[in-house]
Structure formats: structure tokens, C-alpha cells
């Protein structure tokens, strides 16, 4: 990547950059229409930054212009590098009322901006465990707010994009934290941070008051984790209602807690950057202060006091003026998605705060990529990632909306997020000029589609000239001349897919190139099933490894040794006799004694495994076969896989029953 003085982009955000090269191409288009008054060129519509729109909001304009009219005939001193007394006894009075809990205001701490609060945060507990964990890892869901990656943070996701309308649970959180601390055995990268984005930036989703409850239940077996929790849209939440927080929903917790809010977004300040950390931790807060004071001495004093007293005044009825005015831009782009066929994948999946809203244009992967667009990318040939989308998008089709990659997400997905916020007139531009581009784009695919099927046709003539009739009569069916809208395009693409699989799986059972390429499939699978079986041998391996300490530290029958044999690998990562004994180990290498050991002990379920499998290819195979030897093929792999599925499901019963604790602690 490069800038647009064509210098290499580095390690400037990619959110940045893109804004970057809209204002160079805005300013460039503008200058052409100085020099070229006759020639039309579309202006650029932004719709991949944040970019709030609603007027600013009424008492933080009423604040500055009395502020500096009072301000004339003064000089103005250094302040507190916490904040000012007075702006932070009216937030805190503010806040107290948000969370219906008590904040102090030693709780507050006034910050340049969410990026700065963010900034401060994240070096406080780099600080804080530089000496006994310092790659320790942040749990948050994944995709997540671009600058979380940043400051050389450990991520490990939440990958929300598993579950039902891409929502956070408390089952997926509870899952990424067993997942972190078993990799921790290897890298000592344990979790000490949670992070939640609630309203969340980008996917739009908002956590109830029953999902943070069960959340909160989780995060009371943690004690020693920290919670970060970026609300810089909280009063956002698209059904009017007052945002509900962790802190509110669980005060037991707010020792432990962090908070970042933002007057960027709701209140339309984002160039001002007013915003504020709390914390509750007495060690916390100092530390932070130090961070501040090393970044930038103290935030602004009239923007603390601007931004306190638009807060101690901000009710549920500004809320509903900021949903009225988002909402309906929202739903706009929500239904143009929908008609264009360009909604996420998941049905469920429903914008619920902030302005944003994601799409997939994943139609668009495999499309030439624009030449203008080498100076940026600074490559050439087809389009492969969503980020080459975003900049073909901006430099042949005058709109900017940003790549879910830069969130964390597969660059190869082709999803976008496009924020909502420009004009009714501007929206409706911005969705037109998409749905043309993707209506082009799925043109091209449904001429590649009928070029292939045309040239399978001709093998196809030569095997079963019936078939061959039908594929023809069903390709006509689906091309309907009079549906040429891009849902229409994308449906009958779909169709033509199916069939021109139908054709090639027709062919592939008729040649012996395609046993070879059944039989290539059947190899992959059971290297895919020899490194699934590698991964299950080594943590049996460390359990015995577990169950041997356990012998030695407790070999009498007692209430402490049945609570360590019932440990779960979590627990036993918290059992400090347990972290010295695995540090011993040469990096937790098990002896070969174990290894022989578990190998022993699951022979028999190698074997079951073995013959399932090999059931399971023969089934396989005989689906390439012709019809002669089909049956047969299909008799000796179900025989093979029940005989193989018999041994190992006598194995698993006759290990359960044996050995109940030790199968507990396997499972947890």
C-alpha cells in the first residue's frame, strides 16, 4: 500500500489511509472541475469513516460560545492532568445516574479522544503485567474496532460470526477463554483482558440485559481478568431505549472494570475529541493518569467542561432525536441491501445501534482490478480481497465504504461495512452506484457460468444425449430475459452453479479422472483426520501428565486430591505448584513414557477410528464406480464403518465406566 504522496503506507491505519486517498481524490476532482468546467465527474460519497452528521449537539454549542466569550479577556492556565474538578464532579454526578451506580469523580479521567482513552488503557496494562505475563492475551469478539489491533496487542477473537445474527454469547466468550488458556500451556500468552465494544463497531449489535448477566456469570470465575468495555456508542441504541451497561447489569464487578465513552458519535464532536475513561481500581486510575500525562499532559479544559455539561443534561429524549435521525438512513440502506442481494449471509443478522450496517459484495472477488487503482495497491490483476474492492469501488465508482478486514476478518470474505449517516440524496447515489457495479460484476459470472457449461455439454453429448436434452431445457428456463435486475442476475447465477455442478459431477462419475479425483478427496480427509488425531493424543498426553502430578503432590484419597483430579485445564493454569512443574518440562514437552502411555490405552480406539474410515472410503469410492460394482462397494463400506464405529463405541463405554472422574475432567 501506498500514500497518496506515493510514499509506503507502513503501519498507518488502513481506516486513515482510505480517508486519506478520498480526500486526495475529492480534492483532485475538484481541481479538474476548476480547469474542465463541462466535464462530469461524480463526487465522492464517504460512507467508511464514523462520520456523524446530526448537528452538533445544542448545550455543547451553548457551552462553547459562552465559554469563550467569557474566556476573551483572559488567559487560560494549565489545568488538573486528570480534569478539572468541576467538570469531573458533574460527570461523575452524570455517570452515576447512566449506570445507576456510584462513580466518584476519582473515577474520571478526561482523554483526548477514544483513541487516546484506548491508547492509555492498553499501556496501563501493558505495564501492569510487563513482568509476569507480557504477551498476554485480550479476548474480544472478532470483528473488532480497527485501533484494538494496534500498540502491538495480543488479540484472541470471539468469533461471533459463528453464531446466530452475529451476536456476542456467553457460551462463545466462555469458549475463547478456554481456548486462550489452553494455548497459554504452550506460549504462557494467558488472558488478563476482555474487551466488549457495546453498541458494537462494526457489527451494530447490541448485548441485552440477560445476555450481560449470564456474560457476568462467566467473568466472576476469572478474578483476575480485566474488562474493558468501549461504549463510545451507547447513546446509540436504535430502539430508543437507554443503554444498558456490564457495570449496571453487574456492579460486583467494577473493581475490575474499565470504561471508555465518547462524545464523537452521539453528540457529532468527533473533531473536538472529547471523551473519558473510568476506573474504579485506586492502582488503575493512577496508573492511567501517568499514561495521560505522558501522551498529552491533560485533555482540553473547555472541552471537559463542554462535554461534562452536555452529559449531565442529555436525556432519553435526546436519544430518541439521535435514533430518529439514524434510523430511518439505516433501514434505507438495510432494504436496498436486501433488494440489491447484497445482505449478509445470516437472516438473523439485524443492525440494532450505531449507524453502521455490513454487506456482502463478495460478487465483486474475481473481477479485473482497475488500473487507477495502482498507485494505491500499488498492484495489478484481478480483485482477490476485500480491500481491493473497497479501492476499485472509490476510484472508478466515487464511493468509500470500508472492508471488514480491516476489522479482523478474512480478507477473502468480501464483506464491507458501510456507515449511514450521509444524506437521504447521498445514500440513495451511494446504493445505486453499488447495486450497478454488482449488477455488472454478476453479469460477468453468469457469462463464465454458460461458457463452461457449454463446453461440459460437449463431453456431456457424448456420455448420455438425454441428460445432456434436460441440462439444455434447464439452462433455458433459468435465463428469463425479462429479469435483469442484480437479485435477478445473482438468483439465476445460483441456479446455473447448481447445474453446472450437476453436469461435472454426472462426468466425474463417468471417467476414471474422476475416481482419481474422488479418490484425491478420500486422501485429504484422513491426512485431515491423522492431524486431528496428533492434536487429541497431545492433550491426553499433558492429562497424564496432570494426573501423575496430581499422584505426587496427593497420593492418599482425599476432598483436595478429588478437587484437583476434577480440575479443568483453566483451573489447573491458575494452580501456581502446576505452572512450575510444566515450566520444568522443556517448554511442556511430554516424555515418551506418556506418549506410550496414551497410545496404549486408546489402541483400541485407533483401530474403531481406522476401520470407520475405511468404511467410510470405500463408500466413497463406490460412488464413483459404475453401477455394477456400486452395491457391492456400498455393502463392504457400511460393513467395515459398523464394525470400526462398534470398537469405538465399546472403547468410549468402557473407559466412562471405569474411570468417571478422570472422563469429567477429559470432557471439561
Known amino acids: ?62 457551552f462553547m460560545k459562552d465559554y469563550w466569550d467569557k474566556a476573551s479577556s483572559s488567559a487560560i492556565d494549565y489545568g488538573d492532568p486528570q480534569g478539572d474538578t468541576e467538570p469531573r464532579v458533574i460527570m461523575a454526578r452524570a455517570m452515576s445516574s447512566w449506570y445507576e451506580t456510584d462513580v466518584d469523580p476519582n473515577n474520571i479521567l478526561f482523554t483526548v479522544g477514544g483513541a487516546g482513552a484506548l491508547q492509555g488503557i492498553f499501556a496501563t496494562l501493558k505495564t501492569l503485567h510487563e513482568e509476569t505475563t507480557p504477551n498476554f492475551r485480550i479476548i474480544t469478539p472478532f470483528p473488532y474496532y480497527t485501533l484494538y489491533g494496534d500498540y502491538d496487542n495480543h488479540l484472541y477473537p470471539i468469533d461471533v460470526m459463528k453464531n446466530t445474527g452475529y451476536r456476542l454469547t456467553a457460551e462463545s466468550l466462555q469458549l475463547s477463554i478456554n481456548q486462550a488458556y489452553d494455548l497459554a500451556i504452550e506460549d504462557h500468552g494467558y488472558p488478563k483482558v476482555i474487551l466488549l465494544c457495546d453498541p458494537n463497531n462494526p457489527l451494530s449489535t447490541v448485548l441485552g440485559k440477560k445476555e450481560l448477566e449470564k456474560i457476568a456469570d462467566i467473568l466472576r470465575k476469572y478474578p483476575d481478568i480485566h474488562i ?11 430502539d430508543g431505549n437507554k443503554h444498558i451497561s456490564l457495570l449496571t447489569a453487574a456492579p460486583d464487578l467494577k473493581d475490575r472494570i474499565i470504561i471508555m465513552r465518547s462524545a464523537t458519535k452521539a453528540l457529532s464532536a468527533a473533531g473536538e475529541r472529547m471523551a473519558i475513561t473510568i476506573a474504579f481500581n485506586e492502582q488503575i486510575m493512577a496508573m492511567l493518569l501517568q499514561k495521560n500525562i505522558s501522551n498529552y499532559g491533560h485533555a482540553p479544559r473547555s472541552l471537559q467542561m463542554a462535554y461534562a455539561t452536555t452529559m449531565s443534561k442529555f436525556t432519553l429524549e435526546e436519544q430518541k432525536n439521535i435514533v430518529n435521525f439514524y434510523r430511518p438512513k439505516l433501514e434505507y440502506v438495510k432494504r436496498r441491501l436486501i433488494e440489491m442481494g447484497a445482505n449478509m449471509p445470516d437472516p438473523h443478522y439485524n443492525p440494532e445501534g450505531t449507524f453502521y450496517i455490513l454487506g456482502d459484495f463478495s460478487d465483486l472477488l474475481g473481477e479485473p482490478l482497475p488500473e487507477s487503482t495502482f498507485c494505491a495497491l500499488n498492484k495489478k490483476g484481478q480483485i482477490t480481497t476485500d480491500e481491493d474492492i473497497t479501492y476499485s469501488l472509490l476510484f472508478e465508482d466515487s464511493v468509500m465504504i470500508a472492508p471488514l478486514s480491516y476489522f479482523g476478518m478474512p480478507k477473502n470474505k468480501g464483506y464491507m461495512r458501510i456507515t449511514c449517516s450521509g444524506t437521504d440524496k447521498e445514500l440513495e447515489k451511494l446504493m445505486t452506484r453499488l447495486e450497478k457495479r454488482l449488477t455488472i460484476a454478476r453479469n460477468n459470472i453468469k457469462d463464465a457460468y454458460l461458457n463452461e457449461i457449454h463446453e461440459k455439454l460437449t463431453i456431456l453429448i457424448n456420455i448420455n444425449k438425454n441428460l445432456h436434452h434436460d441440462i439444455l431445457d434447464e439452462i433455458n428456463d433459468i435465463i428469463d430475459p425479462n429479469k435483469t435486475s442484480s437479485i435477478d442476475i445473482k438468483k439465476q447465477n445460483e441456479k446455473l452453479g447448481h447445474a453446472l455442478s450437476a453436469v461435472e459431477l454426472f462426468i466425474n462419475q463417468s471417467t476414471t479422472a474422476g475416481q482419481e479425483k474422488a479418490a484425491t478427496v478420500i ?12 492434536t487429541k493424543l497431545k492433550i491426553n498426553a499433558q492429562n497424564a501428565e496432570w494426573y501423575q502430578f496430581v499422584d505426587q503432590i496427593a497420593p492418599n484419597p482425599s476432598k483436595i486430591r478429588s478437587d484437583l483430579i476434577n480440575f479443568s485445564l483453566t483451573e489447573r493454569l491458575e494452580f501456581t505448584p502446576w505452572k512450575k512443574h510444566i515450566s520444568n518440562l522443556n517448554n511442556q514437552s511430554i516424555s515418551a513414557h506418556f506418549f506410550m502411555q496414551v497410545l496404549l490405552n486408546n489402541e483400541m480406539k485407533i483401530v474403531g477410528s481406522l476401520l470407520l474410515l475405511a468404511g467410510l472410503a470405500i463408500l466413497s469410492l463406490s460412488i464413483s464406480t459404475t453401477a455394477t460394482l456400486a452395491l457391492s462397494g456400498i455393502t463392504a463400506g457400511v460393513g467395515i464403518g459398523l464394525v470400526g464405529f462398534g470398537i469405538f463405541y465399546k472403547k468410549e463405554r468402557h473407559e466412562s465406566s471405569i474411570a468417571p472422574i478422570h472422563e469429567h475432567a477429559l470432557t471439561t
Not at 497518496?4 to 480526500?23: E, F, S, V, Y
Not at 486422501?523 to 488425531?533: I, S
Open 1 to 62: 500500500m501506498r500514500t497518496p504522496q506515493g510514499q509506503p503506507a507502513g503501519k498507518i491505519d488502513r481506516i486513515m489511509l482510505l480517508a486519506m486517498w478520498t480526500k486526495f481524490l475529492r480534492n483532485k476532482r475538484d481541481d479538474n472541475l476548476t480547469t474542465n468546467p463541462v466535464e462530469v465527474i461524480p463526487e465522492i460519497i464517504s460512507a467508511g469513516m464514523g462520520k456523524p452528521v446530526l448537528p452538533l449537539n445544542k448545550y455543547t454549542s451553548m
Open 523 to 534: 486422501q485429504a480427509n484422513f491426512r485431515g483426520h491423522l492431524a486431528r488425531k496428533e
Open 228 to 238: 474493558i468495555l468501549d461504549e463510545a456508542y451507547a447513546e446509540m441504541c436504535l
